[in-house]
């Protein structure tokens, strides 16, 4: 071959590598939503798909809500689509679900392309208004007094917020009653109405509970206290060593979804998301930016699957 002919060949390669991203998108772009619209997932979903259209004048990028089997009706749609225009906003529960649930045969980190983080925010521990501790010194002491007597609301089954629970009981030698509810904000109306006395719940749906009074904080499970809380402990403030945790989500492509567009669409969250607007909205609702390569959303989600299933395991917690 000769030197003219390598050249080229090196040319014609580099425009086919970069061919699909400079095209895409062609067509209206589909952001999925395995929950329904109003929750935190939707939310960031939504103000991710403002910003892309602002970046890509002309194109569409719309926001679909598909709920169903905890999310894997949306997984569904996107692994079979195989259009590279259609996406799937996800969050924790596609990691814990297939660990607990062995008919889930989805796996986030091998059947998709991770693009970026979009959010993370706190779980909180709340009580209720006429729960019988106001501190988490008291709420320990009062469920070692009374095992199997103290009920706790979640989100629902599996996700960061239960097994949160799951980890307190075992680490500090706790019985405790898990009574998983329909979302955050029908663990909020049971937790008003003091129909049990403690939830461990994202931030988003608890905070204006928390601001007028209404519920009492406990504790925090980030590594540092939160500024929208600055009066409540982490975890590790009150003994709790070693355990941190956030809820997330994240942005997904098909795994055949060329390596250029899933790079170029990674550069362009990350741009859309560096914006003092954008993060004063994600305050709202209780979370905070995070956006990260690739590379880096598909390390998180592997050392989160190995985490949580360690937890699983010992705790026994299986759902067929």
Do not use: C
Request: aromatic share 6%; glycine share 8%.
């Amino acid at each position: 071959m000769s030197t003219v002919t390598r050249i080229v060949v090196v040319v014609l390669l580099a425009f086919a590598s970069i061919g699909p991203a400079a095209a895409w998108p062609d067509r209206p772009v589909r952001l999925l939503v395995g929950f329904q619209a109003g929750g935190g997932q939707d939310v960031v979903a939504r103000i991710l798909a403002e910003r892309l259209r602002l970046q890509f004048e002309g194109s569409s990028f719309i926001v679909e809500n598909k709920p169903g089997a905890s999310g894997m009706v949306a997984a569904g749609i996107v692994l079979n689509a195989r259009d590279g225009h259609t996406l799937l906003v996800f969050g924790d529960s596609y990691v814990i679900t297939p660990l607990v649930n062995s008919t889930v045969r989805v796996r986030a980190a091998r059947d998709f392309k991770m693009v970026s983080t979009l959010s993370e925010g706190p779980i909180v521990l709340l009580a209720a208004p006429k729960a019988p501790f106001r501190d988490f010194a008291e709420f320990v002491s009062y469920v070692r007094a009374n095992p199997g007597k103290v009920s706790y609301a979640s989100s629902g089954i599996a996700g960061p917020q239960h097994l949160t629970g799951e980890y307190l009981s075992s680490e500090l030698k706790l019985e405790m009653v898990h009574v998983p509810s329909r979302g955050g904000s029908q663990a909020v109306a049971d937790l008003l109405a003091s129909q049990l006395e403690l939830a461990i719940l994202g931030l988003g749906p608890t905070l204006p509970h928390i601001r007028s009074g209404a519920l009492k904080a406990l504790a925090v499970t980030t590594e540092k206290r939160i500024p929208q809380l600055p009066d409540t402990p982490t975890l590790a403030e009150l003994g709790v060593k070693g355990f941190t945790v956030t809820q997330w989500f994240a942005l997904a492509a098909a795994s055949d979804t060329p390596d250029a567009v899933v790079d170029r669409l990674a550069k362009a969250v990350a741009v859309a998301l560096d914006d003092a607007a954008v993060r004063q909205r994600y305050d709202e609702i209780g979370y905070a930016v995070a956006t990260s390569s690739p590379a880096a959303l598909t390390d998180k989600i592997r050392a989160e699957e190995l985490r949580w299933k360690k937890l699983i395991d010992d705790r026994g917690l299986k759902i067929e």
